[in-house]
């Protein structure tokens, strides 16, 4: 059973350019969750997401961030207009439908690097 | 709202012997879980051990143990016996578990840890 998947591991954008950062959850997972790393910080939440729907974007910038979770597919964690503070690592999680003790299952990260 | 605090930004410890590392909590939920996370230089974040509010005994996996003290609401991570490849950040981290929550979860700024030969 693969782990979760990120994709790419690493990017670099100009100011101004988009980043698409993708997230393929573990085989049987429906929830995905999406966390900022800023250098020397701990992860902070950003947004929780199952299939088709955003449950929880509490931890979102209000302005050119957004996510998606297709019924096919990816999530999609979307930053429009990069600037040089979302240099950051952005990690996904992923857990299956069910309540209790539910472990979150990171996936390797993605590193965003704004010029 | 819900808050981790690790006191410790960086700890040292000789090869072999044991070591703890802090994490108190803040939360005025009665049903939550602690986690504990590693992440080494190259960047991953390993899952290591899991507390839940309502469990009667303290978490143990292999050589980390959690010392749950829940009137206190710390949640210390033990690591005994440590190894050269248990330098590390080590995260603390409270899962949201209010009733409609999103079981996010809420980190602690990480205590760098050092194992020396």
């Known amino acids: 059973n693969a782990g979760v998947m990120q994709n790419p591991r690493h990017l670099v954008r100009r100011r101004g350019q988009e980043a698409r950062l993708r997230c393929s959850p573990m085989k049987g997972h429906s929830h995905v969750y999406w966390y900022r790393q800023l250098p020397e910080e701990g992860l902070k939440f950003m947004v929780y997401l199952q299939k088709e729907n955003i449950i929880d974007e509490s931890g979102m910038p209000k302005e050119r961030f957004s996510a998606e979770f297709p019924k096919e597919g990816p999530s999609i964690l979307r930053i429009q207009q990069v600037v040089r503070g979302d240099s950051a690592a952005y990690f996904c999680?992923?857990?299956?439908?069910?309540?209790?003790?539910?472990?979150?299952?990171f996936g390797p990260g993605t590193r965003l690097t704004v010029l | 709202a819900q808050k981790i605090t690790q006191t410790q930004p960086g700890m040292f410890v000789q090869e072999k012997e044991a070591v703890t590392l802090d994490c108190t909590y803040d939360t005025s939920d009665p049903s939550y879980g602690l986690f504990w996370y590693k992440q080494p230089s190259s960047g991953e974040m390993i899952f290591l051990i899991y507390?839940?509010?309502?469990?009667?005994q303290n978490a143990t996996e292999g050589r980390y143990s959690l010392n749950f003290q829940k009137a206190r609401k710390s949640a210390n991570l033990v690591i005994s016996a440590s190894q050269l490849g248990d330098s590390a950040m080590y995260f603390c981290?409270?899962?949201?578990?209010?009733?409609?929550?999103?079981?996010?979860?809420?980190f602690g700024k990480g205590t760098k840890l050092t194992v020396n030969p």
């Open positions: 981290a409270m899962r949201d578990g209010t009733q409609g929550g999103s079981e996010k979860l809420v």
């Open positions: 507390q839940g509010s309502y469990d009667q």
């Open positions: 999680a992923s857990s299956p439908l069910t309540t209790g003790y539910i472990e979150q299952f």
